[in-house]
C-alpha cells in the first residue's frame, strides 16, 4: 500500500470576504515508501501550500476543501486534535524554510529536543535527563552535529546549523514522511550545498519518504528521485528526475530548465519565460499555461489538461498527450 | 512574488482596482486623504459603531443650545428632584436642570479630549520623528527626557500640577493632560520611525535627491498614519478620563457645566444619598461613551496605512 | 556623468560591543576600477563584505582607511550636499524589490522624484520622462503601469520599476546588489536583460554584486571574488569561472546547483 495518497486535493485562501484564492487545484499524489521527491514550482504555484495540506499544517484562512489524505490507510484529511496529533509521532514530520525561527530562542536546544520527546511520549520509556540528552545527541550527530550543541542557545549558533537542528527535531519523532520546505533557500549558497548534501544522506540512511520542496530545479533534480512540477496550483508534470534532465516534456518545465545555465560553459544563455502565472482567484479555463506557451493550441485554451501517462511518467499538456499518441501510432 | 515566500497566496499581478491620487500639495489634497481616512474606518464593523457614537456625541455638541430644554446654569428649578416631566434627568443641589448640563456638557468633554489628545499627539510625533530619523546626541537628550517623562505618574502630576496652577479654565486642563501624555506615543513613534528609517525605500528616497523634511513628512510619517492616528484615540481616550477626573477632584472650573463638574457636584451634594443615581449615572455612561467610541474607531485605523486593506 | 570610479585600499573595521571582542573586518584592503562602460561583478556568500562595499561606494557609510574616487570626487569625504550631488552620477538597484518601493506611493511618484530633485524637471515634463523610462525597462502601456502602487505589481515588475528609478536622472554608475536573487528564476533573464541592455546603449558603468555566479557570467565582463573581505581572485569573468584558481573561488562554482552539473562534489562540513 502506497505510504500517501492523496487525491482531490484542493486548498482554497479567502483573505478577505468574498475573496477566494484556489491555491492548490485537484492535486492527486501518490507516495511510495522510501521515495524521495521533489517539488517544483515558481512563487505562487501552490508547491508549499500543498506540503502544509498533506502535513495538516494549514492555518486560515486558507483550508482544505475537499479530497481526500490517505496516510497509510488512515484518512488525514479530517482528523482533528488529539487524533491528528498522535500521527505526528512516527507519522508525518515538516521542516520549515524559516526553521531557524522556529527555535525559540529563549531556550537551549537541548530543551527543544526534550520538550518535542516528552510530548509524544510512548507508555514506557525512559523519560529521564540522561536517556533524553542521549537520544538528543544520537539525532544531532546523524545531521553531523556535535553533541554539545545541545547545550548551546539558537543565537549561537550559524544558520546552516540551526537547520540542521531542525532537521533532527523532525527526526525526532520517527517521522516515516518527512517534508522539506524550502531548507535551504535562505541560506548562504555554499551552506545550502551542505545542508541538501546531509538531507541526502539521511534519506538514504533512514529511508523514511521525503518530500523536498523548492524553487531552485537544480537542487531537486541533483537530491530526489522523482520531480514534481507545479504550476497555478496544479501538478503539471511528474518524472523520474533522470528523465527529466534528458528531456522534459511539460513546455513549461522546458522554459524552466532554460532559464538555468552552466556559469562554466563556453555559451550561455539565460531564458526567461515571458508573462505572468494567473491570477488564482478567477475561475480558470483551459490549460493555465496556455497564454505564456509557445505551442498553445486552441485546445489548449478551452479545455484543461490532466495528468497521461507519458514515458515513465505524467504530464499535463495536450501537445505533448497527442505527439505521444501519434508517435505510438506509427510503427 | 518572491521566491522565500512559503506557505500560500500568490500576489495576484495585473490587479486592476482603481485608486485615485493626488499628489500635488496643497488643499485638496488633505481633503481627499481625510474623506479617503473616513471611507476606510467605515469599512470596519467595530469603527463604524465608534464613528456613530462619536458623530451623535459631536451633533449634541454642537446642537446644545438647541437641543437642550433649558439654560444648563440657571437655578430655577427645585433642587434635588429626581427625573420627572420638567427635569428629564432631575435636578442638581443648586436647582439646575441635569438634562440640559449633561447636553452642554459634551462640548467640554470633547473639546478637552480632542484638542489635548491632538496637542500629545503632535508633541509625540515630533519627537519621536526626530528622535527616530537621527540617532546622535539629540537623540540621546530627548530620549532621556522621553523616559523621565514615562517614569512620572500621569494622574498624580496632573493634580498636582492642576492644583498649583493659578488659573482655573478649560485651557488649563487641556494643557495640563497634553503635558503628561506625550510620552508613550513619543516611545513609539521613536521605535517605529527608527525601523522604517533602515527601509530600502527611505534609501531610495534619499538616492533621488529628497531632503530631510521631505524624507520624513512624505516618506516616513504616511507610513506611520495607522500608528499616528491609533496614538492620537489614545491620547483623546486618556484625556477624557483624565478631564473628568480632574473635574471630579475639584481642580477645574466650577463654574464650567462639564460632565466632570456634574459628577463633581454630584458627590459634593451626595447625590447618591438622595437618590439621585442619575446624576452619577448620565455623566459616568457618557464619558465611558466617548472614551469607548475613540477606542472602538482605533480598531480600524489599522487598515489606514495599508493600502492593500483600504480597497475592500 | 559617467567616470571612472577607482576603490584604492578600502578597509572597514567595525568595533564590536561586549566583554574582550575585538574589531570585526568587514572589508579588508580591497581595490578595484570600474572604467566607463565597464560592468564589473563583485562575488561573494553572505558575510564577505560585497554589501558594505556597495554602501561605501555609494557613500551610506566612510571607509575606514583607503579611498574611493569617483573621476574627481573623493566619495569618502562627502557630506550631505555632496552626497546629493553624487547620487546624480551614481545609482542603486537593490535586492528587494518589496521593500525599495514606498508602499504609499505610485511608481509615477516614486520615478518622478529624481527627475524633479536632480533635472529641475517641471511636473509635466518628469511625468513625460517617467513614461519613457518605464517603456525603457518594459513596462507598457506605461500609463497604466505608472498609476499602479506596488503591492499591485509583480515582483519583476517592481524591479523594473526600482530600475527605471535609478536611470531617471542619467547616472553613469549603476550599483545593482542582487537585483535578481529575489525574483523567480524565469523572471531573471528579463531583468538582466535590461541591464545589459543599458549597458550597451546608454553607456552605463555597472557594478554588479551577487552571490549567483550564473547571472554574474551573463551580466559582467570582470569578476571579483571576495571572500571574508578579500579579494581572493579577479580577472576576466568567463576565465575565472572556467578556471578559477582559488579554492573559495571553486567552492563557490561548486555551489551553484546547475541542473546539468553531473559531477559529484564532495561534502562540505
Not at chain 1, 488512515?74 to 487524533?83: A, N, R
Not at chain 2, 467640554?108 to 508633541?123: E, M
Not at chain 3, 572604467?35 to 562595499?53: D, E, Q, Y
Not at chain 3, 527627475?115 to 518628469?126: D, R, V
Request: with cysteine; proline share 6%.
Amino acid at each position: 500500500m502506497a505510504l500517501l495518497e492523496a487525491k482531490g486535493v484542493n486548498v482554497v485562501y479567502e483573505p478577505n470576504r468574498g475573496q477566494r484564492i484556489w491555491s492548490v487545484r485537484d492535486v492527486d499524489l501518490t507516495l511510495e515508501q522510501g521515495e524521495f521527491v521533489g517539488l517544483v514550482g515558481e512563487s505562487g504555484c501552490g508547491k508549499s501550500t500543498l506540503g502544509f495540506a498533506l502535513t495538516r499544517m494549514l492555518r486560515p484562512p486558507a483550508h482544505l476543501e475537499g479530497g481526500v489524505i490517505q496516510f497509510d490507510g488512515v484518512d488525514i484529511s479530517t482528523l482533528e486534535g488529539e487524533p491528528l496529533r498522535r500521527q505526528r509521532r512516527n507519522g508525518f514530520a515538516i521542516v520549515l524554510q524559516s526553521g531557524m525561527n522556529a527555535l525559540n530562542p529563549v531556550r537551549s536546544i537541548g530543551h527543544h529536543f526534550a520538550d518535542i520527546l516528552r510530548a509524544h511520549a510512548r507508555e514506557g520509556e525512559d523519560l529521564s535527563a540522561g536517556a533524553l540528552r542521549a537520544r538528543s545527541g544520537a539525532l544531532l550527530l546523524s545531521v553531523r552535529l556535535e553533541p554539545d550543541v545541545l547545550d548551546r542557545f539558537p543565537h549561537e549558533l550559524s544558520g546552516g546549523m540551526r537547520q540542521r537542528v531542525s532537521i533532527a527535531l523532525a527526526l525526532a519523532l520517527d517521522p516515516r514522511l518527512i517534508v522539506f520546505d524550502e531548507p535551504t533557500t535562505a541560506l548562504d549558497v555554499i551552506v545550502q550545498r551542505a545542508v541538501i548534501q546531509t538531507i541526502k544522506d539521511l534519506q538514504r540512511e533512514q529511508t523514511f519518504t521525503a518530500i523536498l520542496i523548492s524553487h531552485d530545479l537544480g537542487v531537486v533534480l541533483d537530491a530526489t528521485d522523482r520531480v514534481i512540477v507545479m504550476y497555478a496550483g496544479r501538478i503539471i508534470e511528474d518524472q523520474p528526475s533522470q528523465e527529466l534532465l534528458s528531456g522534459p516534456h511539460h513546455p513549461y518545465t522546458e522554459a524552466l530548465l532554460g532559464c538555468y545555465g552552466d556559469p562554466r560553459a563556453d555559451e550561455v544563455h539565460l531564458g526567461g519565460i515571458a508573462g505572468s502565472p494567473p491570477d488564482l482567484s478567477l475561475p480558470q479555463k483551459g490549460c493555465s499555461f496556455a497564454p505564456r506557451c509557445t505551442l498553445a493550441e486552441d485546445v489548449c485554451r478551452e479545455v484543461d489538461p490532466v495528468l497521461t501517462p507519458l514515458g515513465p511518467g505524467k504530464v499535463a499538456c495536450h501537445v505533448r498527450a497527442r505527439e505521444s499518441i501519434d508517435k505510438m501510432g506509427t510503427p | 512574488m518572491t521566491i522565500v515566500t512559503a506557505g500560500p497566496p500568490p500576489q495576484t499581478p495585473g490587479d486592476l482596482a482603481e485608486i485615485k491620487i493626488g499628489h500635488a500639495s496643497s488643499l485638496p489634497v488633505s481633503l481627499l486623504f481625510v474623506g479617503r481616512a473616513l471611507r476606510t474606518l467605515w469599512s470596519n464593523r467595530k469603527a463604524r459603531i465608534g464613528l456613530v457614537i462619536l458623530a451623535v456625541i459631536i451633533l449634541i455638541a454642537l446642537f446644545a443650545p438647541l437641543l437642550a430644554p433649558y439654560s444648563p446654569t440657571s437655578t430655577d428649578f427645585k433642587p434635588y428632584q429626581t427625573p420627572n416631566s420638567t427635569n428629564w434627568f432631575g435636578t442638581t443641589g443648586n436647582g439646575q436642570d441635569v438634562f440640559s448640563q449633561m447636553l452642554y456638557g459634551a462640548r467640554v468633554s470633547l473639546f478637552v479630549g480632542l484638542v489635548a489628545g491632538i496637542l500629545a499627539t503632535l508633541v509625540a510625533v515630533t519627537i519621536g520623528l526626530v528622535t527616530g530619523y537621527r540617532p546622535g546626541i539629540i537623540d540621546e537628550v530627548l530620549s532621556f527626557v522621553t523616559n523621565l517623562a514615562l517614569v512620572i505618574p500621569g494622574l498624580p502630576l496632573m493634580i498636582i500640577l492642576a492644583a498649583y496652577l493659578s488659573s482655573r479654565s478649560v485651557w488649563t486642563i487641556v494643557l495640563v493632560v497634553a503635558f503628561t501624555s506625550w510620552a508613550t506615543g513619543a516611545r513609539v513613534m521613536r521605535s517605529q520611525a527608527s525601523t522604517l528609517r533602515s527601509r530600502e525605500f527611505i534609501t531610495s528616497a534619499v538616492f533621488s535627491g529628497e531632503r530631510l523634511f521631505r524624507v520624513v513628512f512624505r516618506e516616513i510619517l504616511p507610513n506611520m498614519t495607522s500608528l499616528v492616528a491609533a496614538s492620537f484615540f489614545s491620547a483623546a481616550t486618556a484625556a477624557v478620563m483624565a478631564e473628568a477626573s480632574l473635574e471630579f477632584l475639584g481642580l477645574g472650573n466650577p463654574n464650567t457645566v462639564s460632565w466632570g463638574t456634574i459628577l463633581y457636584f454630584a458627590q459634593q451634594q451626595n447625590a447618591l444619598l438622595t437618590g439621585q443615581w442619575v446624576l452619577v449615572f448620565a455623566p459616568g455612561l457618557a464619558i465611558a461613551l466617548l472614551a469607548v467610541s475613540f477606542t472602538l474607531i482605533n480598531f480600524g485605523v489599522d487598515a489606514l496605512s495599508n493600502p492593500r486593506l483600504r480597497e475592500k | 556623468m559617467t567616470a571612472e570610479l577607482v576603490v584604492d585600499a578600502v578597509t572597514k573595521t567595525y568595533s564590536r560591543r561586549g566583554r574582550g571582542k575585538g574589531p570585526v573586518t568587514a572589508v579588508d584592503n580591497v581595490s578595484f576600477t570600474i572604467a566607463p562602460g565597464a560592468a564589473i561583478g563583485l562575488v561573494g556568500a553572505s558575510g564577505s563584505g560585497k554589501s558594505t562595499l556597495a554602501k561605501m561606494i555609494t557613500g551610506s557609510e566612510r571607509p575606514t582607511s583607503g579611498s574611493i574616487r569617483f573621476g574627481d570626487t573623493a566619495v569618502e569625504s562627502l557630506r550631505a550636499r555632496g552626497l546629493r550631488e553624487y547620487h546624480r552620477n551614481v545609482q542603486m538597484v537593490f535586492q528587494d524589490p518589496y521593500g525599495a518601493l514606498n508602499p504609499l506611493h505610485t511608481v509615477l511618484y516614486t520615478v518622478s522624484r529624481p527627475c524633479q530633485n536632480f533635472l529641475g524637471l517641471s511636473a509635466t515634463k518628469a511625468q513625460d520622462r517617467v513614461y519613457e523610462l518605464l517603456e525603457t525597462v518594459g513596462l507598457t502601456p506605461p500609463e497604466q503601469f505608472a498609476a499602479k502602487l506596488p503591492h499591485q505589481l509583480s515582483g519583476g515588475q517592481r524591479q523594473r520599476v526600482v530600475v527605471a528609478r535609478a536611470l531617471a536622472c542619467e547616472p553613469g554608475l549603476i550599483i545593482a546588489d542582487e537585483p535578481v536573487s529575489m525574483l523567480d528564476v524565469s523572471l531573471r533573464a528579463g531583468i538582466l536583460r535590461l541591464l545589459t541592455k543599458l549597458r550597451e546603449e546608454g553607456g552605463l558603468s555597472l557594478l554588479y554584486i551577487t552571490h549567483d555566479l550564473l547571472s554574474a557570467r551573463v551580466v559582467t565582463d570582470q569578476i571579483l571574488v571576495l571572500n571574508e573581505g578579500r579579494i581572493v581572485e579577479q580577472g576576466q569573468t568567463k576565465q575565472v569561472l572556467q578556471n578559477p584558481q582559488n579554492d573559495y573561488t571553486i567552492k563557490l562554482l561548486d555551489a551553484v546547483a546547475t541542473p546539468y552539473a553531473a559531477k559529484q562534489s564532495p561534502p562540505v562540513p
